[in-house]
């Protein structure tokens, strides 16, 4: 499965932005996918996961409330809906794909299957 996210961009803080990620390859509708962001000095940090079929999501506790993700296995897309932005959430943002569990994809930051390239999202204060 090859990934490729969009969507970055520079946005004040309190506004929003829709990171969308296509993916290529049969197995795609099959595996969990997810959200992962990396800040300059800090360590990978898990955003969002959800199962093959939209039915479980995850979200970290720094996003939660804010941030949406949900798929079209009819498109082979993954989406990012982050609202209510901070300048915290400033970030390279990586889609990435997992042929194991989503429930445990929170606790494995490095250990994907499929990575996608980085967009980068910066908030402004």
């Known amino acids: 499965v090859q990934l490729q996210a969009s969507g970055g961009g520079l946005v004040q803080a309190g506004g929003s932005l829709r990171l969308s990620c296509a993916a290529s390859?049969?197995?795609?509708?099959?595996?969990?996918m997810g959200w992962f962001r990396h800040a300059p000095g800090k360590d990978r940090e898990f955003v969002a996961a959800?199962?093959?079929?939209?039915?479980?999501?995850y979200y970290g506790a720094s996003v939660k409330g804010r941030f949406t993700i949900s798929r079209d296995n009819a498109k082979n897309t993954v989406t990012l809906q982050m609202n209510s932005l901070k300048p915290e959430d400033t970030a390279t943002y990586y889609c990435?794909?997992?042929?194991?569990?989503?429930?445990?994809?929170?606790?494995?930051?490095?250990?994907?299957?499929?990575w996608g390239k980085g967009t980068q999202v910066t908030v402004s204060s």
């Open positions: 990435a794909g997992d042929l194991g569990n989503v429930h445990t994809m929170s606790q494995r930051p490095y250990g994907m299957d499929y």
């Open positions: 390859g049969r197995t795609f509708s099959s595996i969990a």
């Open positions: 959800i199962s093959w079929n939209g039915g479980l999501t």
